[in-house]
C-alpha cells in the first residue's frame, strides 16, 4: 500500500468516525427533543400549583374563615396576641412563602427574592 492510499484509507476512517459522531449526536437531541417537554410539564405543573397566588373568591373566603377561627379558638384559650398572630403566620403561611423557605433550605438557589407586590 502506498502512501498515498494509507492517508486516503486514514480520511476514509475518520469520516466515518465523523459521520458515526454525527448520527449519535442527532439520535441524543432527538430524544432529548422528545423527553425533555414532558420532564418540564411533570416538574413545572405542581410548581406552578404551589406557587399560585390567586384564589377563588368561595377559595380566599374559606381561607379567611379558617383563619380566623384558628386565631379566635387561641385568643378564647388565654394566649396573648403576639404569640397568637406568631402562630396563625406559621400555620397559614403563604405559598411564595413555602417555596422561598424550601429552595433556602434546600440550597437550590441561595436566598431566594422575589419581586415584592407594591415595587
Known amino acids: 500500500m502506498t502512501e498515498e492510499e494509507k492517508k486516503l484509507r486514514e480520511i476514509e476512517i475518520e469520516k ?3 459521520f458515526h459522531d454525527v448520527e449519535e449526536l442527532r439520535s441524543i437531541l432527538k430524544t ?6 414532558g420532564l418540564l410539564k411533570d416538574i413545572v405543573g ?14 380566599a373566603r374559606e381561607r379567611a374563615k379558617a383563619i380566623a377561627a384558628f386565631y379566635k379558638e387561641l385568643i378564647d384559650a388565654g394566649m396573648k396576641e403576639d404569640v397568637v398572630m406568631e402562630l396563625v403566620k406559621s400555620q397559614f403561611a403563604s405559598p411564595m412563602d413555602l ?13 431566594v427574592k422575589f419581586k415584592e407586590e407594591n415595587e
Open 16 to 18: 466515518k468516525e465523523e
Open 32 to 37: 432529548v427533543r422528545e423527553e425533555v417537554p
Open 46 to 59: 405542581p410548581f406552578k400549583d404551589l406557587i399560585g397566588t390567586s384564589l377563588t373568591e368561595e377559595q
Open 99 to 111: 417555596v422561598k423557605s424550601l429552595m433556602s433550605q434546600k440550597g437550590m438557589m441561595g436566598p
